[in-house]
């Protein structure tokens, strides 16, 4: 009878059920340097977030490629979306290296393998976490009420007895006035001396 041989390649094989029948297609081997990746970078609400740059290593846990968002080796323009291309057919590993300003750094990593159905594979998106904000510096605690002690208890206040009002103050007494000052009585003038061998001149009187 007639009879036909064929050989597989398992190692790129992607299983296909059909309602009768489980059966394998070959995904093939991708030529080196076709193929590629593409993943994103978003916040927590799943918004894009631009500014982060990646690792890509091959299965020799080599970094091969360095992508900073927008830079040389993304080919995406976007913000947050990021395309590599010029892979081989071997898995790679994506992970971040430096975080968008404000966000904290993933640790998370992802794989990817070119194959020829599927040359650029779409990683899962790299999720960010926001930087938490510095706390404030705590309050200083108010200082409690110093205890009354019991030994020694507050004097409460007398109470006024209204059959006894308060004596009002004393007014205060005017200052004595001042006494004028006594005015100076002028000393009387001393004549001058005349000269020698003059006599004074006497008043005339009538014959």
């Known amino acids: 009878p007639f009879s036909n041989t064929a050989t597989l390649d398992a190692t790129e094989i992607d299983m296909v059920q059909s309602p009768t029948h489980t059966f394998g297609i070959g995904a093939g081997a991708i030529a080196d340097g076709e193929g590629g990746l593409r993943w994103t970078k978003v916040d927590p609400n799943g918004a894009p977030l631009a500014g982060a740059t990646f690792e890509v290593l091959n299965e020799a846990d080599e970094i091969v490629l360095t992508v900073a968002d927008n830079g040389e080796h993304d080919a995406d323009p976007a913000d947050g979306a990021f395309l590599v291309q010029g892979l081989n057919g071997e898995t790679y590993v994506v992970r971040e290296s430096e975080a968008p300003a404000g966000y904290l750094k993933t640790e998370e990593t992802r794989t990817g393998t070119p194959t020829a159905r599927t040359p650029v594979p779409t990683l899962d998106a790299f999720v960010n976490q ?35 009002p308060v004596t009002p103050e004393d007014p205060v007494t005017p200052s004595d006035p001042v006494a004028p000052s006594t005015p100076t009585t002028p000393a009387p003038l001393t004549p001058e001396k005349q000269p020698a061998g003059k006599p004074s001149a006497m008043p005339r009187t009538g014959a």
């Open 130 to 164: 926001p930087v938490p904000d510095e706390p404030g510096e705590p309050e200083e605690p108010v200082d409690p009420e110093v205890p009354v002690d019991p030994e020694d208890p507050v004097e409460p206040e007398v109470p006024v007895d209204p059959e006894d």
